[in-house]
């Protein structure tokens, strides 16, 4: 089993509509939690952290369930430049260099 | 303004050569890392370093090597003992414990034998 997972996609969206799509993370001690969003070819930037509490920045919503080890990202009011791959990155054990990256979901949205 | 600066953009590599991709920041971070991302999977991590001198292996260090001999510099070289090379290599840095704040990426280096 993959230590972080996610569903490859694609998730095909209409411009103006909400997708959500989580993240399965294999250790139940893992600390820190982020999104990551990567272009076509580019390199990964960091879109949110996820707090235990859950967080919003603007029409972004992150949510974490450690009960279920999954953590979840939910765009609302869908632009054409959401378009991207979004990476789960997990910190399994708050040391140096031990994030873990999934493979990413692609979204696609569409006019 | 502060970043990360990865050189070349692309690389071609004959087989049986070492190459060097540079990787320069201004950000003063301390850590600085290498992964490496194929197609359809996760980033891996080839080798960090939390300090000047100073480095440990990633999960897939076999075929590479670094050093920090400066805390703005860390070079990676691709040995020829690096049997599959082509991919799209990462440099990264973070403040202290980046993996609290996450970190900041190089622009990328493909690298491709020929």
């Known amino acids: 089993r993959k230590e972080v997972e996610q569903d490859p996609g694609p998730f095909n969206v209409p411009e103006g509509a909400t997708v959500a799509f989580n993240c399965t993370y294999s250790?139940?001690?893992?600390?820190?939690f982020f999104w990551y969003r990567q272009d076509c070819r580019k390199e990964p930037k960091l879109l949110m952290s996820?707090?235990?509490s859950g967080n919003e920045d603007g029409r972004f919503t992150a949510q974490l369930n450690r009960a279920s080890q999954y953590i979840s990202l939910l765009i609302r009011d869908s632009k054409l430049s959401d378009s991207a791959t979004y990476l789960c990155?997990?910190?399994?054990?708050?040391?140096?260099?031990?994030?873990?990256f999934g493979a990413g979901t692609q979204v696609v949205v569409t006019p | 303004d502060g970043g990360i600066t990865q050189s070349p953009k692309y690389l071609f590599r004959k087989e049986g050569q070492n190459v060097t991709l540079s990787c320069e920041q201004n950000?003063?971070?301390?850590?600085m890392y290498w992964y490496r991302q194929d197609p359809g999977q996760g980033l891996r991590l080839i080798y960090y370093?939390?300090?000047?001198?100073?480095?440990q292996k990633g999960d897939i260090a076999e075929g590479y090597s670094v050093s920090r001999e400066k805390k703005e510099s860390f070079p990676l070289t691709v040995t020829s003992a690096q049997k599959n090379p082509t991919a799209f290599y990462l440099c990264?840095?973070?403040?202290?414990?980046?993996?609290?704040?996450?970190?900041?990426f190089g622009s990328g280096t493909r690298l491709t034998v020929v």
């Open positions: 990264a840095s973070s403040i202290g414990q980046g993996a609290r704040i996450g970190y900041t």
């Open positions: 250790n139940s001690a893992s600390q820190s």
């Open positions: 996820v707090y235990s």
């Open positions: 990155v997990v910190n399994p054990s708050g040391s140096w260099g031990k994030l873990q």
């Open positions: 950000l003063n971070h301390d850590a």
């Open positions: 370093s939390q300090i000047v001198n100073d480095f």
